[in-house]
């Protein structure tokens, strides 16, 4: 109810529908046909820069396959102010020295009487085991992001990750990699560093296990440039996810974003905090 009372506060104050009291309304003209269900959800994507894939590399450690759905109501200050729901999906499979994720996420909201696709986000990643502690990764990433002027923003990197610390109550790892990283802003923005730019990509990544039922991940990207290091990306995701039954998790997460350059008109920093039930598979 708290929740609630909040979410119609803040439209009352915009003066547009609110997706999660009204969405019956939104869905009524698709909710007859299968394949208009399937366009809300893909349009219910969740996007996120870069990914935090911790929690099912465990999985995927106990079992060949993993998938994981998440529903989601989260809650922007920054460049993007309010609260809107959504979902994302991540997919994972492990063979022999092989290990592999795609995630697929998007946001969707319907305000001011149209329906939006703010963000969309998918990420693909390989692991290649080359010895017990040392693997090496390739990675793929598209991007959109409307609110931070991001038309389009593509990535690919490879890099060694390596294992620091493993026992049954935590896990460390380190990642390193080079990043060609290529950046598109929207028409009529402007932009104070090249289209195409190399990055050391860094990061840590830390899962901790007090309980059986609790689990911990947090994950810290840290993306200078190679010809000028002062032009950076940092970025936190942390997650905590909280096991309800086999299937279901309740999760808490907070994503932390730092560009030291931006497009006119966007602040440097966003935080994010979101709550979320998960399915897994």
């Not at 911790?54 to 999985?59: S, V």
Request: proline share 4%; charged share 20%.
């Amino acid at each position: 109810m708290a929740i609630r009372r909040v979410i119609d506060a803040h439209a009352r104050s915009l003066n547009t529908p609110v997706i999660c009291a009204e969405c019956r309304d939104y869905l009524a003209p698709v909710r007859p046909s299968f394949a208009g269900a399937l366009l809300v959800l893909c349009a219910c994507f969740r996007a996120e820069a870069q990914v935090n894939v911790e929690p099912i590399r465990q999985q995927l450690a106990e079992s060949g396959f993993g998938a994981r759905l998440r529903l989601s109501l989260s809650a922007y200050q920054g460049n993007t102010q309010g609260m809107v729901a959504g979902a994302s999906a991540l997919l994972g499979g492990r063979s022999e020295r092989h290990l592999g994720f795609l995630n697929a996420s998007g946001d969707y909201a319907h305000l001011g009487g149209e329906t939006n696709v703010h963000k969309s986000f998918v990420h693909l990643r390989h692991n290649y085991r080359l010895s017990p502690v040392l693997w090496w990764e390739e990675f793929l990433q598209s991007e959109t992001d409307r609110f931070r002027r991001i038309r389009w923003r593509g990535l690919l990197g490879t890099g060694p990750r390596f294992e620091a610390v493993k026992t049954e109550a935590a896990d460390l790892y380190y990642g390193a990699a080079y990043m060609l990283e290529y950046t598109a802003v929207s028409s009529g923005t402007e932009y104070a560093q090249p289209n195409g730019v190399h990055r050391m990509n860094n990061y840590a990544a830390l899962t901790v296990r007090p309980d059986e039922r609790i689990s911990l991940s947090t994950v810290t990207y840290f993306q200078p440039r190679f010809d000028e290091p002062g032009d950076m990306h940092v970025l936190n995701v942390t997650g905590l996810e909280f096991k309800v039954t086999e299937l279901l998790q309740s999760r808490i997460d907070t994503i932390t974003r730092y560009e030291s350059r931006t497009p006119e008109g966007v602040k440097p920093t966003d935080f994010e905090f979101k709550s979320s039930l998960e399915l897994k598979f």
